[in-house]
């Protein structure tokens, strides 16, 4: 069975400074998906970054990007310039990549808090 | 494109009442998946369908729990004779195609609270 463990049950940062927010994984696939999502005090749950594990290239998305590392299982979160409506849980996800007609469950971490200080 | 809506936001039941839970998918989407996510906790998947079929609901309790997805109107969450252990918070996300590869989109749950 296939875990996702979030070892920082919170943080903080100040506005404008870089943090990074650590996963770790466990798997015996090859071949899946990776995400990380963000939850708001709102509680919507708002995909931030997605990372293909066949794709060696490390994601990004404007601020966001990930450290990718296969062999050791990490997938870890960088935040850069934070800003205050950063402040929210982050979660990491893990789905096994299983073909046409996968189930697409995603199994999630416990979540990190991260607070944005100004 | 209204998203994925959930409703009530907010429901409060009694010991042993039932708790019906809505989830209207993204237009075009087919596909939906129900996680609840107990407090401190991450969301774990309950089930998955598609419309008038249940795919996997290997993560939804034997009993008390159901869920559809008729082909017209939204998919139900039903939870009968509610315990306090149910109170958590429910969402609902849906895909246009099988697997969800590219993330879903989640609606912003439903907190359902036994008294």
């Known amino acids: 069975a296939q875990t996702v463990t979030q070892s920082q049950p919170e943080m903080s940062v100040q506005e404008a400074e870089t943090v990074t927010l650590s996963c770790t994984y466990d798997t015996s696939e090859n071949n899946y998906y990776l995400f990380w999502y963000k939850q708001p005090p709102s509680r919507q749950m708002i995909l931030v970054i997605r990372?293909?594990?066949?794709?060696?290239q490390n994601a990004t998305e404007n601020r966001f990007s990930v450290n990718f590392q296969k062999a050791a299982k990490s997938f870890s979160l960088k935040i850069s310039d934070s800003q205050l409506g950063d402040t929210a849980m982050y979660f990491c996800?893990?789905?096994?990549?299983?073909?046409?007609?996968?189930?697409?469950?995603?199994?999630f971490g416990k979540g990190t808090k991260l607070s944005v200080k100004p | 494109n209204a998203g994925v809506m959930q409703n009530p936001r907010h429901l409060v039941r009694r010991r042993g009442q039932e708790a019906r839970l809505r989830c209207s998918p993204m237009?075009?989407?087919?596909?939906v998946y129900w996680y609840r996510q107990l407090p401190e906790e991450g969301l774990k998947f309950m089930v998955y369908?598609?419309?008038?079929?249940?795919?996997?609901e290997s993560g939804m309790p034997k009993e008390r729990f159901s869920a559809e997805f008729p082909k017209e109107g939204p998919s139900i969450l039903r939870i009968q004779q509610v315990v306090r252990g149910d109170s958590a918070a429910y969402f609902c996300?849906?895909?246009?195609?099988?697997?969800?590869?590219?993330?879903?989109?989640f609606g912003s749950g439903t907190r359902l609270t036994v008294v």
């Open positions: 996300a849906s895909s246009p195609f099988p697997g969800g590869g590219y993330g879903y989109t």
């Open positions: 237009k075009g989407h087919s596909h």
């Open positions: 996800a893990f789905m096994k990549h299983e073909g046409e007609g996968s189930q697409g469950n995603l199994i």
């Open positions: 990372q293909e594990a066949y794709k060696q």
């Open positions: 369908l598609q419309k008038e079929n249940i795919i996997d």
